[in-house]
């Protein structure tokens, strides 16, 4: 365990600096729809490219939220084997559901919102990109990093207090998103910040 807790410390990394490198860059790309610089046009019918949304959303969601809380649960109060093999299983969770997912969602659905003119012009929706945007930034680039690197996979509880903080996080994130944004069609962010932007 000493030697896995010195592993834990972000000092120790070598590699720290390409891997903020990375998390900005893809932080940087994903913005520029908020600033209506990328569209992204419809490649399928209305339909196909909706039905693929939401299906890859209730994916992402459901996923997410039963996933982590099993592995929690195991982690903490299972035999440390057992803690491993949950984190391990885990990782293939999160690298073949959670980081695809999480690329469909927000893609198709700039792909719908072009039938409303754009982010810009659909304040709901830009709320809904800017909340998933600011999600992928504390929670989903950071554990699909983590996860794909694997660098404690012999430490069942690495992770597990920031983890839970930012999967709390995350869930109030995805439910505003949901109800706030997708069901009501309302908007807290877009007015404001766009207008400080000089984009409304």
């Avoid at 720290?16 to 893809?26: C, D, E, N, P, S």
């Avoid at 810009?120 to 699909?144: E, N, V």
């Avoid at 930012?166 to 109800?179: P, Q």
Wanted: aromatic residues 14%.
């Amino acid at each position: 365990m000493a030697d896995t807790a010195v592993l834990d410390r972000p000092a120790d990394d070598p590699q720290r600096f390409f891997w903020y490198g990375v998390w900005t860059l893809i932080m940087a790309v994903s913005a520029l729809p908020l600033l209506g610089i990328v569209r992204v046009p419809r490649v399928f019918d209305y339909i196909t490219t909706l039905v693929i949304h939401e299906l890859a959303a209730f994916l992402y969601f459901g996923h997410t939220f039963f996933s982590n809380i099993w592995s929690m649960r195991l982690r903490q109060t299972q035999p440390e084997a057992t803690g491993i093999w949950a984190r391990a299983f885990l990782r293939k969770l999160c690298l073949g559901v959670t980081a695809p997912t999480s690329v469909i969602v927000p893609l198709f659905g700039l792909m719908l919102i072009e039938e409303w003119g754009g982010l810009t012009r659909a304040p709901w929706a830009w709320d809904a990109y800017f909340t998933f945007w600011l999600m992928a930034g504390f929670s989903i680039i950071p554990d699909t990093i983590r996860y794909g690197r694997n660098r404690n996979a012999g430490n069942p509880m690495h992770g597990m207090k920031s983890g839970g903080v930012r999967g709390m996080l995350a869930l109030v994130i995805v439910l505003y998103i949901l109800i706030w944004c997708m069901i009501a069609k309302r908007s807290l962010f877009a007015g404001p910040i766009l207008g400080a932007l000089g984009l409304a």
